[in-house]
C-alpha cells in the first residue's frame, strides 16, 4: 500500500485547517482507512475525490488483462456452445 497519509498530511495538501479535515470525516465525505489504530487516509482514495484518477495497472499490465480476458471470452463461447450442443442431444430424453 502506497504511504498513508494523516489528517496533517491531507489539511496540507488540501490547504485547509486540520479542523476542516475532522469535520469532512465527520460528515462522511472523506472515510479513513478501517482496521488501524490512528486516523489515515489511502492517497488513492484521495486522488479519486480530488478528481484524479489513478491507474491500477501499468500500461503493460493491462495489455495482458486486455489479451486475457479476450481468451477468456473466446474460451467462454466455445463452452457455451458445447453445453448448446449437449442440451440440444438431450432434449429427446429429458421430455420423455
Same mark, same amino acid.
Given at each position: ?8 498530511? !491531507? ?38 475525490l480530488e478528481g484524479t484518477k489513478l491507474e491500477r495497472f501499468s500500461p503493460l499490465e493491462r495489455k495482458k488483462f486486455e489479451r486475457e480476458i479476450e481468451v477468456l471470452e ?12 449437449? !442440451? ?9
Amino acid at each position: 500500500m502506497n504511504n498513508l497519509l494523516t489528517q496533517q498530511d !491531507l489539511a496540507k495538501r488540501w490547504q485547509v485547517s486540520v479542523k476542516a479535515i475532522e469535520s469532512y470525516r465527520k460528515e462522511g465525505i472523506i472515510t479513513p482507512v478501517p482496521g488501524i489504530p490512528s486516523i489515515r487516509f489511502n492517497p488513492q482514495h484521495i486522488a479519486e475525490l480530488e478528481g484524479t484518477k489513478l491507474e491500477r495497472f501499468s500500461p503493460l499490465e493491462r495489455k495482458k488483462f486486455e489479451r486475457e480476458i479476450e481468451v477468456l471470452e473466446q474460451e467462454n463461447e466455445k463452452l457455451k456452445g458445447i453445453l448448446s450442443q449437449a !442440451l440440444a442431444s438431450l432434449a429427446p430424453v429429458i421430455n420423455l
